[in-house]
């Protein structure tokens, strides 16, 4: 019965939840501590910080261990393991779903001309909002009562190095085709010497 339990919740929390990980804490929280009080809050908590350290996305590593804390809770380690795969799939199992009804309408449309035309319209909504994500990373941008107020973010570029950096991997990536995984790494340890 827990089993059907744990999968029913992360189902839902799976289906319902946009925004990645940090969006799914608060349904994981309120349904598996608040509604059925499989774990404490200090358990939780815990869970969180943990989920965090390790790789891979927080949300799932979160379903993972409290999969295995209820489970184990029920029935031991076998069944911790058990609880553990159950939440886990349950919640990247709607994911899955929607993404295959996404490639079979895919595949179904890709050569109509409404596929071809809403494709269009997306292409620019895409970059634009990849470019709204960059300067919300770079500037701060304040609508108060004396009007609008634009400055850099001093903790994403706290000195004239940043801009450099910035620099240089744009240069990389857009004049060299540098392979954008070297571009983080490289950025990671310039990081590292710099600062």
């Known amino acids: 019965m827990i089993y059907l339990q744990l999968f029913g919740v992360f189902f839902v929390i799976g289906l319902f939840t946009f925004g990645g990980g940090g969006a799914m804490l608060s349904l994981i929280q309120m349904q598996v ?34 999969g295995y804390e209820v489970g184990a809770g029920a029935g031991g380690h076998l069944a911790g393991i058990l609880g553990s795969a159950c939440a886990t799939f349950a919640l990247v199992l709607p994911t899955f779903l929607i993404f295959y009804g996404i490639i079979t309408l ?16 997306l292409r620019p909504a895409v970059a634009g909002l990849i470019f709204a994500a960059a300067i919300i ?27 450099l950096i910035l620099a240089a991997s744009l240069a990389a990536s857009f004049i060299w085709k540098i392979n954008p995984i070297l571009l983080i790494l490289a950025g990671g340890l310039t990081g590292l010497i710099l600062y």
């Not at 390790?54 to 993972?64: E, F, L, V, Y």
Request: some cysteine; aromatic content about 16%; proline content about 4%.
């Open 33 to 66: 501590v608040g509604r059925f009080g499989w774990i404490s809050e200090s358990q939780f908590a815990d869970i969180v910080a943990i989920s965090q350290c390790t790789p891979g996305p927080i949300g799932i590593n979160c379903a993972t261990y409290v």
């Open 106 to 121: 895919y595949n179904k449309y890709k050569g109509t001309r409404l596929f071809s035309d809403i494709m269009t319209g």
């Open 137 to 163: 990373l770079i500037f701060k941008i304040d609508f108060g009562a004396g009007g609008l107020n634009i400055g850099i973010l001093q903790s994403t570029f706290p000195h004239w190095t940043s801009w």
